[in-house]
């Protein structure tokens, strides 16, 4: 095919290829362990598949009506009730999405206007700005505190304004593995009061915390959740990112405007696997055990390395490590994801590419949603380094 000719104005200009998708590719080419995308390397529950499997051998293979399968939002609703004390109604305050970057796709184009501001901490999941300036918005960036990533409100506030439209916040955070405190919550809570700015709230990590710290979901916080779309998310929950699906949760008023953009996105969501985590997800179980199944993972990780000449950054919640290699060497972070995983056969995500300014704290993000055995392998080369 030939190069076209058109005239084309991109609207995405600075945008290439995810870094996720890079740094997978890279680590596929060079049979390279890849601790770089973030995504579990184990099975799924036999259970959940065969529930899959039983509902497409019924016939559950048409349209699931737009905002989802009732009895899912039931379930959902129930969910967050026991765990968030907040009843969402399901047939207006809830709809199925097809993964998070859908959900926070359709939440920003339903609501973000030319011109509009939005408030992101960087360092920031990547699929956050792109969908802002498509939609014709204004990123504005706050720069969360090394090595903590903490947020500092006195900070925030100062970027607030008219045009200020939206914030949106993660936590569990990807990619530092950061959370955010009850305090957190009351300081957005208190600047946003007596605002209309939106709370665009990522809480995908949800179950992934650790050390037996309670996940502050805006959803505890009635005044935030008023204001707010809480994006959450089957695949990690139970570990199937490929499955693409997810969920909001909004006010009903907001709820309108979300599902206006959601159903000219995707209209509606994939209907057996609905079907599935209706059932699978009433056995409260199968997500209550993620917290002690991912810390397993991380405390294995972090005291097999904690000799090598990395050094460990907190990881509170997600299934993200990050490690400094400061005392290293002084290459630019994306200069030595690549060259570990050429190397030394070990691909991670640089953290840098997460910042709208040059921010290099010598950090690179290693997933360890892993099996064992991959986890041990890895270990073997970052002790080697
Ligand atoms: N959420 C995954 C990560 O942080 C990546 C998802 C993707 O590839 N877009 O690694």
Redo the contacts with the bound molecule.
Sequence with gaps: MPHSNLNITPKLPKTGL?I??VM?KLAMENNAINL????PDFDVSPELTELVYKHLKDGKNQYAPMPGLPILREVISDKIFKNYALKYNPDTEITITAG??EAIYAAIAAFIKEGDEVVIFTPA???YEPAILLNGGKPVYVQMQYPEYSIDWQQVRKVLNRKTKMIIINTPH??TGSVLKKNDLKELERITANTDILVLSDE?YEHIIFDKQEHQSVCKFPLLAERALAVFSFGKMFHV?GWKTGYVVAPSNLMNEFRKAHQYIVFSVNTPLQYAFAEYMQNESNYRMLPDFYQQKRDFFRSAIKDSRFKLLPCTGTY?QLLSYADITDEKDTDFAIRLTKQKGIAS?PVSVFYNNPTDNKVLRF?FAKKNETLEKAVQIINNI
């Design positions: 995810s996720f998708s997978s770089s995308q973030g995504f998070g970057t999941y990547d699929c990807n990619p995908v990112t993200f995500i997933c």
